[in-house]
């Protein structure tokens, strides 16, 4: 199947600074990427939609201008996270979707980010 | 109500055991949905995708229900390695294929 990388796989930060996650696609090129983000014992929350060449469009109570999604190219997107606090501690997952007539995606093995 | 909603869990079950998981959906205009299986602090991983007809993969039978807006997934005869939380996933629009994810069931099956 498909291989998704991310990094870096686990980062801890002190309060106050920026994060930036990536996510590539190895072996195919991503018309879509997707980051979601996953707290303890809960599932995974999508947060935005990454379009190669477009804005992001978050979900509602998704801070924009908190969390900085670029999709540079067909096979990288990344997330910022800005000013990062503990509450943003959390496991964030991107996945990537390659063919529009499809809706199978495919997970990178996520980050895990604790904010100090 | 949760636009996706699963059985609350965990299920422990013995090796062999039969085990089925419940999930329903509220968005009547979904057309795609999947079972994810998701390891302690792993990315989740695509189990099977779930067609109105049914689909079976070894052990593994999915149905769907678009009447009901309920899907289903059967393991039979589980293994030791089946042990993980399975996740219930729906598109959310039939456009840029946003999924939404249940809360997920843990399976845990013991010798």
């Known amino acids: 199947g498909a291989v998704v990388s991310q990094h870096p796989s686990w980062v801890i930060c002190k309060s106050g600074t920026s994060v930036k996650i990536e996510c590539r696609s190895l072996?195919?090129?991503?018309?879509?990427m997707f980051w979601y983000r996953q707290f303890p014992k809960q599932s995974l929350m999508l947060m935005a939609t990454?379009?190669?060449?477009?804005?992001?469009?978050?979900e509602q109570g998704v801070e924009k201008d908190k969390f900085l999604i670029n999709h540079a190219s067909l096979t990288l997107s990344t997330l910022t996270v800005t000013s990062a606090h503990p509450e943003d501690s959390s496991f964030y997952i991107c996945?990537?979707?390659?063919?529009?007539?499809?809706?199978?995606?495919?997970f990178g093995p996520g980050t895990r980010l604790t904010v100090l | 109500r949760k636009e996706v909603e699963q059985d609350p869990g965990p299920f422990n079950v013995p090796e062999g055991a039969t085990v089925a998981f419940n999930c329903t959906y509220s968005?009547?205009?979904?057309?795609?949905f999947f079972w994810y299986r998701q390891d302690c602090r792993k990315e989740p991983k695509l189990l099977m995708s779930?067609?109105?007809s049914g689909n079976e993969d070894g052990r593994f039978t999915a149905q769907l229900n678009r009447a009901s807006q309920y899907i289903s997934l059967l393991i039979r005869d589980s293994k030791l390695s089946d042990s993980a939380t399975y996740l219930c996933?729906?598109?959310?629009?039939?456009?840029?294929?946003?999924?939404?994810f249940g809360q997920g069931t843990e399976l845990s099956v013991k010798p």
């Open positions: 996945s990537a979707k390659g063919d529009r007539s499809t809706d199978t995606q495919y």
């Open positions: 072996d195919f090129q991503a018309t879509t």
């Open positions: 990454s379009n190669e060449g477009s804005k992001a469009t978050y």
């Open positions: 968005n009547s205009a979904s057309q795609s």
């Open positions: 779930v067609y109105s």
């Open positions: 996933v729906v598109n959310k629009d039939n456009q840029g294929g946003k999924l939404i």
